[in-house]
Nanobody, 124 residues
Framework: QVQLVQSGGGLVHPGGSLRLSCAAS????????MGWFRQAPGKEREFVAA????????HYADSVKGRFTISRDKSKNTAYLQMNSLKPEDTAVYYC????WGMGSRLGSTYDYWGQGTQVTVSS
């Protein structure tokens, strides 16, 4: 069973940057697509970014394209979400998720395992 442990997040001013990490254990990390999702208070969970198991395919939500970057380090079994030019509307709980042999789906239901979530607050 795969376990995903998230770190990073916190409070940042508008225009600032944060990096989220998602460390995986219990499975072969290189066989999993990794996705990032977020959920703001009173809103449904939404897709943020995903990278396929091979790394060949990367997808972003339109709202974060050009500002966020998803990556993975197979030597560390860790996925990252680098978030730049943060806006107040990026405030949410962010979740990483894994999908065996996945192609980087935008659908949360595709993913099998989820991290515990981490709060990102963008405020002046």
């Amino acid at each position: 069973q795969v376990q995903l442990v998230q770190s990073g997040g916190g409070l940042v001013h508008p225009g600032g940057s944060l990096r989220l990490s998602c460390a995986a254990s219990g499975g072969t990390f290189s066989n999993y697509a990794m996705g990032w999702f977020r959920q703001a208070p009173g809103k449904e969970r939404e897709f943020v970014a995903a990278i396929s198991w091979s790394g060949a395919r990367i997808h972003y939500a339109d709202s974060v394209k050009g500002r966020f970057t998803i990556s993975r380090d197979k030597s560390k079994n860790t996925a990252y979400l680098q978030m730049n030019s943060l806006k107040p509307e990026d405030t949410a709980v962010y979740y990483c998720a894994s999908d065996l042999w996945g192609m980087g789906s935008r659908l949360g239901s595709t993913y099998d395992y989820w991290g515990q979530g981490t709060q990102v607050t963008v405020s002046s």
